[in-house]
C-alpha cells in the first residue's frame, strides 16, 4: 500500500504554477478557495479564501500535487530550510524528461546522473519559479529493501517526499514511532543539491536514510548542514515551498490513538 496521498505547494501566482505544471503532463482536477475551517486546522488562519487547484498526473493516478497562492516570504530560499525539501516523481526516461525540461519554465539544477550504490535510480533535479525543488526519477529496478514504483506515463507520479531534518536519526525515530513506519539503513552520498545549496565542496558527503511501510518507501529523511535554519513564514499563512504531506494509513484509528494530545 503506498501511502502518499498529496504534496501541498506554496506558490505566489496559482495560474502560472499551473502552466508550469502542465509542462509534467500534470491537468487540474480541482479548484477553489481554501475555507476558514480548513485553514485553522493547518493553524494558518491568513490562508483562508486562498485560491488553490489540485493536479493529477497524466497516468490518472490517484497521487495529487496542490498548490495554494500565498505571499512570497524575501527569506526563503530552496534547500535551506529544515522541513519539506523536495517532491520526487517517478518518470519512464530521465533522458527524455531533460530534453523537455531545457524548453520548460523550470530550471535544470541537477542534470540526469547514475547515484552511487543505487543502479536501480536515474535521478535529475529541477527548480520551480517558487523555489520548489523536484527530483524526476527513472525507476529501473527494486532495492534489497523495498519496492519502487514503474511510471505509468512519462512523468507520473509522486512517490517519495523529502525532508531536511537537524537530526537525522531523532527525526527517523518520531516519524517511525508516530506513523508505524520503519527506517531503511543511513546511508552516506556525495548531495550535489545539497553541497551547491551550501558551498560545500563537490564530494561532500551528507547521511540520509528511507521511510517505509512494509516494502514501500515514501519518505526520504535528509541530513543537513548545521548552517540549516528553521523556515521563515509569513504570519499565518502556511510555509513557503512544499509545506503539506498528506497521506493515507491502514491502521488510521491506532495512528489517531498514538498522537492523541500531541
Not at 224 to 242: H, K, S
Request: charge should be negative; glycine fraction near 6%.
Amino acid at each position: 500500500m503506498h501511502l502518499i496521498r498529496a504534496a501541498t505547494l506554496s506558490v505566489a501566482d496559482l495560474d502560472a504554477a499551473v502552466r508550469r505544471y502542465a509542462w509534467l503532463n500534470y491537468s487540474v482536477v480541482e479548484q477553489g478557495n481554501i475555507t476558514p475551517d480548513l485553514a485553522h486546522r493547518w493553524n494558518a488562519p491568513n490562508s483562508a479564501q486562498r485560491r488553490y487547484a489540485v493536479m493529477r498526473p497524466e497516468s490518472g493516478a490517484d497521487i495529487f500535487l496542490r498548490f495554494i497562492e500565498q505571499d512570497l516570504h524575501p527569506d526563503y530560499k530552496a534547500l535551506r530550510t529544515h522541513g519539506w525539501a523536495a517532491i520526487e516523481i517517478c518518470t519512464q526516461d530521465t533522458l527524455r524528461v531533460n530534453a523537455v525540461m531545457k524548453d520548460s519554465p523550470f530550471e535544470i539544477i541537477g542534470p540526469p546522473r547514475k547515484l552511487d550504490g543505487m543502479p536501480a535510480i536515474f535521478p535529475m533535479q529541477v527548480r520551480g519559479a517558487d523555489g520548489e525543488i523536484v527530483y524526476l526519477t527513472q525507476i529501473t529496478g527494486d532495492m534489497p529493501e523495498y519496492d519502487l514504483p514503474r511510471a505509468q506515463s512519462l512523468m507520473d507520479t509522486l512517490f517519495i517526499l523529502v525532508l531536511a531534518a537537524p537530526d537525522l536519526e531523532a527525526e527517523a525515530r518520531w516519524i517511525r514511532d508516530r506513523l508505524r513506519v520503519s527506517k531503511g539503513r543511513t546511508v552516506a552520498l556525495n548531495y550535489t543539491m545539497i553541497n551547491g545549496a551550501f558551498g560545500l565542496p563537490d564530494g561532500t558527503q551528507h547521511e540520509l536514510a528511507t521511510i517505509k511501510h512494509d516494502r514501500d518507501v515514501f519518505l526520504e529523511v535528509d541530513q543537513y548542514p548545521a548552517a540549516a535554519t528553521p523556515r521563515a513564514r509569513n504570519e499565518g499563512q502556511l510555509p513557503p515551498g512544499i509545506c503539506i504531506g498528506s497521506f493515507i494509513h491502514p491502521e488510521f484509528d491506532r495512528i489517531c490513538d498514538i498522537n492523541a494530545g500531541s
